[in-house]
């Protein structure tokens, strides 16, 4: 008897959380997925009375859907790319090096994230407008990257710290030059870390909405720019839910990927070091 | 106590040498030459500046003053990558995204190396570390020993004109510890590696070294062998530092040093000095026999091959005597000791000549 109500007490906080993963996040995601797929859903009915992929069909028949899935696409790997090349390095520069004014650096980017982003774009806006990047695709790529700097300074900076310097040493001692040793021993060291922060820069550029629009409207339209003015024009629950579908898509793509490569590392990497 | 001795033969040359952090001054003035083949092992209390002067020679740090030279170069300039030099590091710093072979065939393929000269060398260096078949493991999946072989032959596959090791066994347990040296010094001897050791563990530097360099609060205490280290200590501190050791404090008076009833002449001034004796350099006599000193025995321990006696002389005075297997003793024991052998220091710390005790 007290065993099987040890038991319980036991699994009650697992049951728990996962009636709350499936009450906060399955059960909207469902939502959205059924509405995808719905042609009919009235009220009292739990499940749609009619299915179909009309919805899907006049999505996938627009031709500002698929520009705008390239524009994104496209988007999305120049600011990781350029993020790399650009915050990887000072971030192991962060990390390793004692210079003045070292803290107060990484805390103004923190500084960027926190300050409210309308604002910000704002008036990177106005700066852009004089400079005729507004409305470009280059502008859009910049206000992107600036979005994409905390996490990718803040991150890799934790992630290069953990490398242990006897590391890099050893390869420095058998031959090998400080890019040679960077590339060769400290990325892969921090692997994981640093792949889950393209990641998140991959994602995060692909969805973001304020900046792309404020930058990139009219000429360029993201997904998430282009779901907006599609929801704006006409109200049908359906597209949103077949763009949230298709949107949803290499995030997932990208998140099995990280998986993939997350996994490999722990178990190729077991504890040495 | 620095060492003179400098040819064009040796290998290694630090001359000279002065690191400082700041303010504080890790190594102060060490000068060092090392032949080809030797091993030398740089031993003192943690903090003396060991690992410091290894990193200068390897590249990592740079001296604040002073010449390292290789083979007669000066490589003062030279980033480590450039430098003739190996390194074993403490807790073995494999890379753990590569496997064994990998690890090793990293270096040669810097080298530029065809690829089949590069698997060649692995299959050879692995063989010699007794690492057959291992190739594919990655670093997380050997033991603690097999690591540090592994960074051994990382290190000895490159063929370097200096293999450094800073504590390569530290984290190591006794056992294991014991064995890898062994294998290092038949490895060392075999390939004729120039090579500089670092520990703070006496016994590993007593049974590996050629020549031991003492180091103490950034400078060099001493150099020398192993057996004139352990048997001739020129400082005090090493006396204390190395093997077991009765310090004895007493004073000159009239040209000559007290022990118990036993008379020393010296050749110091008047003032307090140190006598050194080795426990094993005690020997049994009769209570009452000319230049003996006599006590009662508090503790007994037994170290197997022999027995290690804690002898109580006097209320401020206990010495440690190394009693042979043959000879019954028991707790509360009467007994008298007479020096065979001993050491003394003056108030600089630097030993001073002695005689032998002379009359009781
Ligand atoms: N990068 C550094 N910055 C400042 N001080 C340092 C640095 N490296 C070493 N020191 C100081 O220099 C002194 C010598 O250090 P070192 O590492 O050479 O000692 P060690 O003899 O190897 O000691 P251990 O046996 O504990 O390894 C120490 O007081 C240490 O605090
Ligand atoms: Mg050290």
Redesign the pocket.
């Known amino acids: 008897m007290s065993a099987i109500l040890r038991k319980m007490v036991h699994e009650l906080p697992g049951a728990l959380i996962t009636l709350l993963l499936v009450g906060f996040i399955v059960l909207p995601i469902a939502g959205v997925f059924l509405w995808a797929f719905a042609e009919v859903w009235r009220y009292p009915s739990i499940l749609p009375t009619q299915w179909g992929f009309r919805f899907w069909g006049m999505m996938l028949g627009r031709a500002d859907v698929w520009e705008a899935f390239r524009t994104s696409l496209l988007l999305s790997v120049i600011v990781t790319g350029l993020s790399a090349i650009i915050c990887l390095p000072a971030a192991y520069a962060f990390a390793r090096l004692e210079f003045p004014g070292k803290s107060l650096l990484l805390l103004s980017f923190l500084t960027i994230q926190a300050f409210p982003k309308f604002g910000l774009y704002i008036a990177i806006a106005t700066i852009f407008f004089s400079l005729g990047l507004v409305g470009t695709f280059t502008g859009v790529v910049v206000v992107q990257l600036v979005n994409t700097l905390l996490l990718m300074i803040w991150i890799p900076v934790g992630a290069f710290q953990n490398v242990d310097i006897r590391l890099e040493e050893a390869a420095r001692d058998v031959g090998a030059g400080p890019i040679r040793t960077f590339v060769s021993v400290t990325l892969p060291q921090a692997g994981p870390a640093i792949a889950a922060a393209l990641l998140l820069t991959f994602v995060g550029t692909f969805y973001e909405t304020e900046g792309a629009f404020l930058i990139g409207a009219p000429n360029i339209r993201t997904m998430p720019v282009l779901m907006i003015s599609l929801i704006n024009n006409q109200i049908v629950v359906q597209y949103g839910a077949v763009l949230s579908v298709l949107l949803w898509v290499p995030s997932f793509i990208a998140l099995l990927f990280a998986r993939k490569i997350l996994n490999a590392r722990t178990i190729a990497g077991g504890v040495g070091a | 106590m620095r060492d003179q001795t400098r040819s064009t033969l040796d290998k290694l040359s630090i001359d000279h040498i002065v690191?400082r952090?700041?303010p504080?001054?890790?190594?102060d003035d060490v000068s060092l030459s090392i032949p080809t083949g030797e091993l030398v092992c740089?031993l003192?209390?943690?903090?003396?500046?060991?690992?410091?002067?290894?990193?200068m020679v390897a590249g990592f740090?740079m001296p604040s003053a002073g010449r390292i030279a290789i083979d007669g170069e000066d490589v003062g300039t030279l980033p480590p990558n450039r430098r003739p030099t190996g390194m074993v590091f403490?807790g073995h710093a494999l890379w753990s995204h590569m496997t064994v072979a990998q690890n090793i065939a990293f270096g040669l393929k810097l080298r530029h190396l065809p690829r089949a000269t590069v698997n060649q060398k692995v299959a050879e260096v692995l063989e010699l570390v007794g690492l057959k078949g291992f190739e594919h493991r990655h670093p997380g999946q050997l033991s603690g020993g097999q690591q540090q072989r592994v960074a051994i032959a990382r290190c000895v596959v490159l063929e370097p004109k200096i293999l450094l090791m800073?504590?390569p066994f530290s984290a190591l347990d006794a056992h294991l510890r014991v064995r890898l040296r062994e294998e290092v010094r038949t490895i060392q001897r075999r390939l004729g590696l120039t090579t500089v050791f670092?520990?703070?563990d006496q016994e590993e530097a007593l049974t590996l070294a050629d020549r031991i360099v003492v180091?103490n609060a950034?400078r060099i205490e001493q150099i020398g062998t192993p057996d004139s280290i352990y048997g001739r200590p020129g400082t005090r501190f090493v006396a204390g530092f190395i093997g077991t050791m009765n310090m004895i404090e007493t004073r000159v008076q009239g040209g000559a040093a007290r022990l118990g009833p036993i008379a020393i002449a010296v050749d110091a001034p008047e003032g307090p000095v140190t006598l050194a004796v080795r426990p094993e350099d005690f020997s049994l006599v009769e209570v009452g026999s000319a230049g003996s000193v006599a006590g009662v025995v508090e503790r007994i321990i037994d170290l197997g091959a022999f027995r290690m006696a804690d002898i109580r002389i006097d209320a401020g005075l206990v010495l440690k005597a190394q009693i042979g297997k043959g000879r019954r003793i028991a707790v509360g024991d009467t007994l008298a000791l007479r020096p065979e052998h001993l050491i003394l220091f003056g108030a600089d710390g630097t030993a001073r000549p002695a005689a032998i005790p002379i009359a009781a």
Not at chain 2, 44 to 55: A, E, I, N, Y
Request: charged share 20%; proline share 3%.
């Open positions: 690191k952090f700041g504080s001054v890790a190594v740089l003192g209390p943690s903090g003396c500046g060991k690992s410091t002067v290894l990193r740090e403490q800073d504590e670092v520990t703070h180091m950034g």
